[in-house]
């Protein structure tokens, strides 16, 4: 499958996430939506990864050149970083969650446009 | 004696070392201590003067490279002094008749307070020094140092008593006169560096031939405008009578020894580069006899006794430049040094005068001062015969120089061109003028009755010791100075003052006149000088008071000069002034600078809308700022 693929359904991914956020008002549906395009970077790490690796491994058995470690693991970085990004994200939706729940607990509300005091 | 120019550098030193003294511990210091060091410091300079003048004498003289001034680029200007037969005879006079002076005013100035007393000496210490290094300098640039700080000098002194308003005010007059000259000074360095690539005159005077004739003109036109400006020319020589503000033996020293001589000796030390400029010394030689008649005719009718005196300087000093424009350098040198003794000479016994008349410096309230004060009236005769030029007294001789070597200009053949004729005849004219009012100022001050008051008649006695020994010096100099001069029609070899100066001036190449000729000349000027003191006499011997109405009411008041300056020049710059402070000031600086600060402020009014706490906001201007970097990197990044 060709990378055009996979980058067309991650730019779809994060504009659906980013349309999300903007117009929500819901802090639950925008923390969703932050997902998604934490997501949508991730699927595209990946996508990226693999594209390196098997264009570097080709390029080897072409030229017929012996297949060493470092031409298997090329690109494997694009797949270290999503599991940091996954980490991340996983640290963000707790702090993010006890956020919206204190502020359930005050405002009974999880609209975020009640949340207009932050200029003072 | 060889090593006495290892320690020339002692001559500016001691007065600068003087000025430090008298003007840190003036407070702690005594009268007398004053005294010692001011005068002291001076006398040992005159000493190594001596010294100096001796050894060059000898053919000894020499340039000593102390460091390295400037250094830009190929430009090097070192800090240099050069000692040769003119530096070494201004010494003699800037350290003798200064020296003078000082002692003089211990006495002049014994009422003043001691820290008041300290401030005199010590500007007058730094005076002399200012002068010291300005003739000392091996370039031009060091003489620009000295000539700054006797401009500084003269304003400190002409405002010493700076309680009063008006002395302030002729201070800053002039400071800001001496200013236009020096502008044009400054210029002239400018253009000789630019031109010749050196300051040092013997580099500059072994280039000068190879200037063009404009660049030449150029340069010594500027110099001359600031020549005009320290030694008082038209136009701008009005700061000088006003400089009478100052105590009377500042007068002495600024008229006699230093200042006023500063521009004389610049056009003589550069005189390789007026001899190659027609032009420059035309504009010379005019302007200086057209100073010389001016200051002359308005000298008849003032009525203060500094004030004569003064105009008298400015007149004599038209005519020592008339010297210098017509080739005559060494005569006008020689005018220079005849005149500081007897212009000193007539400085101090007016201020004897002022002195005896408890501060009145109004002739028309004198009169019959010759048998109360016989000193100071003798000396002061003596200094009148000297410059109304009467044979054997100093003025004759060097006065009779510059009038036989203006009758001689362009002449090649022994016979009189026109121009010498003219030059010669406005000259004489001018001499008689001298006479004149000289004689006139003489006449109403001592003879006649007292027309003073009471008060002041009872008060009138003859002045101390340290002001009269001087006078009576500078009245034996006033005597023989001229005889280092005689010309050669009555002693053969007689020159000596031209004979020593010949190796620095270039000696104009004009044919001699017969002696006989030359005699008749002395005679013809003698005669008449003879005839204008008997109706001086005549005239005033038994002087009325009465107001002077027509003619003589416009010389009384100076033909209008500097009211015409009013209207001319200060006026339109004040309005100017006046324009740039109410109007531009208000309107474009402030302007400016307030517009500066309403515009942040607005700005910031319109930016807080921005912060209006709703997170999506915040959020919609982060994605399209974003949107709007993605879009210039991906479209405009090459």
Known sequence: ?120 | MKNALNIVYLIPLLPLVGFLINGLLRKHLSKSMISVVGCGTILVSFALSIVMFLQVKNGDGGTIEYFNFISVGELTIPFAFQIDQLSSLFLLIITGVGFLIHVYSTSYMQEEKPEHFGRYFSYLNLFVFSMLLLVMGANYVIMFIGWEGVGLCSYLLIGYWFKNNEYNKAANKAFVMNRIGDLAFLIAIFWIIAKTGGVNYGEVFAFAPKLSGTDATIITLLLFVGAAGKSAQIPLYTWLPDAMAGPTPVSALIHAATMVTAGIYMIARSNVLYSLSEVSMNVVAIVGLATALLAATIALKQNDIKKVLAYSTVSQLGYMFLALGVGAYSAGVFHVMTHAFFKALLFLAAGSVIHAMSGEQDIRNMGGLSKKIRITFITFLIGCIAIAGIPPFSGFFSKDAILLNALLVDSHDGSFSIKGIILYGVALFTALLTAFYMFRLLFITFSGTFRGTEEQKHHIHESPAPMTIPLIILAVLSIIGGLIGIPDAIVKGGDKFTEFLSPVIAQRAGHPVSHSTEYMLMGLSTVLVGITIIVAWRQYRNYKRKEATGFAKVLEDKWYVDEFYEKIIVKPLHNFGGFLKNVFEKLVVDGLVNGVGRMVNYGGRQFRLLQSGQVGSYVLLMVLSMVIIFLVQFFLRK
């Open chain 1, 1 to 120: 499958m060709p990378i055009t693929h996979y980058i067309i359904l991650s730019l779809a991914l994060f504009s659906i996430g980013i349309v999300g956020v903007l117009t929500r008002r819901n802090a639950i549906i925008i923390f969703m939506c932050i997902e998604l395009m934490l997501n949508a970077v991730n699927l595209l790490l990946v996508a990226f990864s693999k594209m390196h690796n098997y264009a570097a491994i080709k390029a080897a058995a072409d030229q017929k050149l012996p297949i060493t470690e470092a031409i298997l693991n090329t690109g494997s970085e694009g797949q270290i970083f999503v599991f940091f990004i996954m980490v991340v994200a996983a640290a963000e939706v707790t702090v993010g969650l006890a956020i919206i729940v204190m502020m359930y607990r005050n405002i009974h509300s999880v609209d975020v446009n009640f949340l207009n005091r932050l200029k003072h």
